[in-house]
């Protein structure tokens, strides 16, 4: 199996589905492994997952782990053989393979990983911060696959939170919501570094309410339905006052109650969070 299938079987598979078997009873070696972020940067000390694996494939056909540690610098104890030996830090990863003379010393092993981190935030209007619950980002592969998609990396990451990569150009998509507010950016990852950016989306929080009068009580049991400016459906609910995210632009709200329709068009503005009221007598009633 090449380092690229194994580093596959890693992330494909995980650990449950890799047979874990016992060392034999030769004489063993003892194997020192260490890792750094890039070349020349100190032996990383901690949030490395070690992971060692026999070169010689199971009746399954993967390769059997056959040791692992969390940390820093560690020591495994192998009989003489031939090993693949991955080095995980977060989604970052590197992969070395080995081979041990029955009776002859093993140098120290040292992985470089070639990585770095990326920090996400993102903010609406005049730099208006957007709450933490209503913000998500996904991590993708900078170029397509062969089937034109890219390649997902990581997905539902919060924001302030850092995620841990090989260096490398990623495609980052940020969700404001659950609806239409979404941007996506191209960022690049750098060996030995932090690298930290904000998303601005152009969008706001609508709440919407069906009343008699203006500034009036929402009435209850009210079907939503919320239209594009060019008459596509958007989003539906119910509720007597709905809350969602919607990307800046012209809308329209129709409300559904007792089997009558009422309708109102609104516009969102970045950073400006508002309700629409829609009206029991504004003319835009019509019988179902």
Request: proline share 5%; glycine share 8%.
């Amino acid at each position: 199996m090449t380092v690229p299938a194994l580093a596959q079987q890693i992330s494909e598979d995980g650990l449950s589905a890799i047979e874990r078997i016992a060392p034999s009873q030769n004489t063993l070696s003892s194997v020192e492994v260490e890792a750094h972020l890039q070349e020349g940067a100190p032996p990383l000390q901690e949030g490395l997952a070690w992971r060692v694996f026999s070169a010689i494939p199971g009746e399954d056909g993967k390769l059997p782990l056959v040791a692992s540690a969390e940390g820093g610098v560690s020591v495994f104890q192998l009989p003489p053989g031939e090993y693949f030996i991955n080095a995980a830090f977060g989604r970052a990863a590197a992969t070395k393979k080995l081979r041990i003379w029955e009776g002859a010393p093993v140098a120290r092993q040292s992985l470089v990983l070639d990585a770095g981190g990326l920090l996400l935030h993102a903010e609406t209007g005049d730099d208006m911060p957007i709450p933490d619950s209503d913000l998500t980002f996904s991590i993708y592969a900078s170029a397509p696959s062969g089937d034109s998609e890219r390649v997902l990396v990581a997905k539902d990451i919060r924001p302030d939170t850092v995620v841990r990569l090989n260096a490398d150009t990623y495609h980052v998509v940020s969700q404001y919501g659950h609806v239409n507010a979404v941007v996506q950016a191209d960022m690049q990852v750098s060996a030995g570094k932090i690298t930290e950016a904000t998303l601005e989306h152009r969008a706001a929080r609508v709440t919407f309410k069906l009343v008699a009068n203006a500034g009036g009580e929402a009435i209850a049991d009210t079907a939503w339905s919320i239209l594009t400016a060019s008459g596509d459906l958007l989003a539906t609910n119910v509720g007597a006052f709905p809350s969602m995210v919607l990307a800046e632009g012209n809308y329209t709200a129709i409300a559904r109650n007792k089997e009558k329709i009422y309708q109102k068009d609104f516009e969102v503005t970045a950073g400006r969070n508002s309700d629409v009221e829609v009206l029991l007598a504004d003319g835009a009633q019509v019988e179902d």
